[in-house]
């Protein structure tokens, strides 16, 4: 009888091959939902690297030094605030053994969920004389409305937690969120790799378990169901095989999400009031509603998502919380993920409406998204890799590794919902090589676990000096990676390089793993990427 970790090994190989195979068979508006978990992996003080180390005291946020004047601002849409804070962590005494199951886990659902975004592209490709024509016959879908205007000459934040699930066996980050009239807190999972917004509901006829209650949209009394004849019906999915298939124009309009991993959510398509806190300059705060938010109530649903209550999308597709804040916040938002040695009192914010301090500062690098293709994902981000850089050596990867094909495959995103990063073929092959010849004769090298490589064996050695990695972007942008966002520690003494690669006809992707400590904004309005790596206080 094979071991588990010969059968998750055979899984994989199963999945990599599986990435050049067609989608016949997947559901429309399908999103691979990565459930990956760092549980039984430790981490070791991250000041062992040679490089300079990210902060374990001082905030991840946006805000101005103490010492620096808040600038007043008039006659602009409101910035909101969500503050990211990590879970106590409870000291972990797992075996090798086991942490290294939970590396092949995480690596497994990772390669699964690439296996279907891959799939989404080849539908894209398949949906497009479809969607051409919906798009000539499509009604306007409103957005949501505030139904408390906001004060333009008033400087506004919302706040709300966002947390690290690595205390509770994810890769992910999670974001409590008001829902509901009278409004009740809900751990949502951030994902800027989906659109669809949606909750576990009452009645819950097949659902996983979360931490907390279920939302009852019978106690809400902003619940409104969309009815199939609704425009707005027209954005979810809804196959004959779900359990509830629109069969009549005034039915409560069914969605079905498939994430490839097993996990999947079916429900209501719906409409309901998300609370958000808006803080003014002055220190005071007051609750403001967002009326008609679309989302998903989920009657049926299954998956690992670590106690969470559903999922809120960040992706560019309409669906999306970012999207349908639009009205409120304008086309910009901004994150710092917690970093997974921060202290557990360290807090950032998820920041949505241009923040000018993070605008002005000298370090912000910027690069375009890849702009709109016709079977590109709606709901991608895309960004437009040239090469990689080792140790400060840019490597010779053939620059036709990140084009993306006529087809829609290939190309890179930046993705929250997976955990590391995955470059195409050969460029994977041609970063790990770099890295062994430039540890060659410092670090003994391991060579017994199967996934992730090259390891080195670093037992009685203090000050680790492995190389930084970097991305040179198409225009002329680089991200250069402090050592412990590339590098991951297996125990005390193994640490490994916390990328992988897929062919060279599937995505590249760069993970939430190397973009900790990272501040990110995402720009759709100028179309960019804006980056910093640590925030000088």
Request: glycine content about 8%; proline content about 5%.
């Amino acid at each position: 009888m094979l071991s588990k970790q010969s059968f998750i090994l055979c899984l994989i190989f199963f999945f990599v091959t599986a990435f050049s195979g067609d989608s016949r068979g997947l559901s429309g508006n399908n999103e691979q939902k990565n459930i990956s978990g760092f549980s039984g992996i430790d981490f070791p003080n991250p000041m062992r690297f040679g490089s300079v180390s990210s902060s374990t005291s001082n905030d991840c946020g946006f805000s101005s030094p103490e010492n620096k004047p808040t600038k007043e601002r008039t006659g602009e849409n409101k910035t909101v605030k969500f503050h990211l804070k990590r879970r106590e962590t409870t000291p972990n005494h797992e075996t090798e053994k086991t942490r290294t199951n939970s590396v092949l886990e995480l690596n497994f659902r990772d390669l699964t969920r690439i296996q279907t975004l891959h799939k989404r592209v080849l539908e894209k490709k398949n949906q497009n004389a479809a969607k051409k024509q919906k798009k000539k016959n499509k009604q306007v879908v409103t957005s949501p409305v505030v139904s408390s205007p906001v004060d333009e000459h008033q400087s506004g934040q919302l706040v709300a937690t966002l947390e690290s699930g690595m205390t509770l066996g994810s890769g992910e980050y999670f974001m409590d969120v008001l829902v509901g009239s009278p409004p009740k807190h809900f751990s949502l999972i951030l994902d800027t790799g989906s659109d669809l917004n949606w909750i576990q509901c009452l009645p819950c006829y097949d659902c996983f378990q979360q931490n907390g209650a279920f939302y009852d949209p019978k106690a809400s009394a902003s619940y409104k169901n969309i009815t199939c004849n609704d425009p707005r019906c027209n954005l979810v999915s809804s196959p004959d095989d779900s359990p509830k298939p629109c069969k009549s124009y005034n039915q409560s309009c069914p969605y079905y999400y498939w994430y490839g991993d097993s996990s999947n959510t079916t429900g209501d398509f719906a409409l309901e009031t998300f609370t958000v806190n808006l803080t003014t300059s002055g220190g005071s705060s007051e609750l403001y509603n967002v009326e008609n938010m679309m989302f998903g109530c989920g009657h049926w649903n299954r998956g690992l998502f670590h106690g969470a209550a559903g999922l809120l999308g960040l992706g560019r597709g309409p669906l999306s919380f970012s999207s349908q804040l639009q009205s409120l916040y304008g086309h910009s938002f901004s994150y710092c993920l917690v970093d997974r040695n921060s202290d557990t009192n360290v807090s950032s914010k998820l920041i949505f409406g241009e923040d000018k301090d993070l605008l002005s500062h000298p370090n912000l690098n910027f690069t375009s998204f890849v702009a709109e293709k016709e079977n590109l994902v709606d709901t991608f981000y895309y960004v437009h890799i040239k090469s990689i850089l080792v140790g400060g050596e840019v490597l010779n990867i053939p620059e036709e590794t990140w084009n993306i094909s006529s087809d829609g495959g290939g190309g890179t995103i930046i993705d929250s919902g997976t955990t590391l990063s995955y470059f195409a073929e050969p460029a994977y092959e041609f970063i790990k090589n770099k890295i062994a010849e430039k540890a060659k004769g410092k670090y003994p090298v391991y060579r017994d676990f199967t996934i992730l490589d090259p390891c080195f064996n670093m037992s009685g050695i203090e000050n680790v000096q492995l190389p930084e990695l970097g991305i040179a972007f198409a225009d002329g942008a680089v991200w250069n990676f402090p050592t412990e966002n590339s590098f991951i520690w297996l125990t005390e003494d193994l640490v490994c390089l916390a990328i992988l690669g897929t062919p060279k006809s599937a995505f590249s992707i760069i993970g939430n793993y190397q973009q900790q400590n990272f501040h990110i904004l995402y720009d759709t309005k100028r179309s960019r990427l804006g980056s910093i790596v640590e925030w000088e206080q």
